[in-house]
T-cell receptor, first 112, second 115 residues
């Protein structure tokens, strides 16, 4: 049983469009929510992360929106580019040895 | 520049063989993790270690064991490989000593095929 549920499984977006990936969780003890980006043949790498004391965090074209009451968070990629084509994983963690619970992943394809 | 290296990018083994996957990190991190990645299932934690010789089961430890004799090295062992262990295996490390810094750094992965 996955502790973090991620959707959609795959996403196709035109260049310049907005990509939105959603995640939901149940465990209210989670206090750190990172997003990882993985290119083919590479390991995942941290993209952006948020703590539940803020509702939004923005870094360049990437924004996390966090809804604590709904236990949901999402990644928005503005002005999506073909170079953003990758698999994205959301995750959640408690302060317990940095153990992460990952979502099932979203394969994003940005068409030129 | 932080680095996590894995001993092999691709590995093909036969059913019943004992398989060793090695991971080395050069960041002096306390925590190390082994995940397997399967399509539609994301990353699932097999084992993790928070100190030398210490280990904890993750969510799917069955059929696997681990060894951490030195801080920088964490090995995943498949005692008797089976075809359902065909997967991508990812190693990661992190350091709780950096206050508020939870980032896990991943290696490039080992794609294991068991025939």
């Amino acid at each position: 049983q996955q502790q973090v549920k991620q959707s959609p499984q795959s996403l196709i977006v035109q260049k310049g469009g907005i990509s939105i990936i959603n995640c939901a969780y149940e465990n209210t003890a989670f206090d750190y929510f990172p997003w990882y980006q993985q290119f083919p043949g590479k390991g995942p790498a941290l993209l952006i992360a948020i703590r539940p004391d803020v509702s939004e965090k923005k870094e360049g074209r990437f924004t996390i929106s966090f809804n604590k009451s709904a236990k949901q968070f999402s990644l928005h990629i503005m002005d999506s580019q073909p170079g953003d084509s990758a698999t994205y994983f959301c995750a959640a963690s408690t302060d317990n040895f940095n153990k992460f619970y990952f979502g099932s992943g979203t394969k994003l394809n940005v068409k030129p | 520049d932080v680095k996590v290296t894995q001993s092999s990018r691709y590995l093909v083994k036969r059913t019943g063989e004992k398989v060793f996957l090695e991971c080395v990190q050069d960041m002096d991190h306390e925590n190390m993790f082994w995940y397997r990645q399967d399509p539609g299932l994301g990353l699932r934690l097999i084992y993790f270690s928070y100190d030398v010789k210490m280990k904890e089961k993750g969510d799917i430890p069955e059929g696997y064991s681990v060894s951490r004799e030195k801080k920088e090295r964490f090995s995943l062992i498949l005692e008797s490989a089976s075809t359902n262990q065909t997967s991508m295996y990812l190693c990661a490390s992190s350091s709780p000593a950096l206050a508020g810094h939870y980032e896990q750094y991943f290696g490039p992965g080992t794609r294991l095929t068991v025939t």
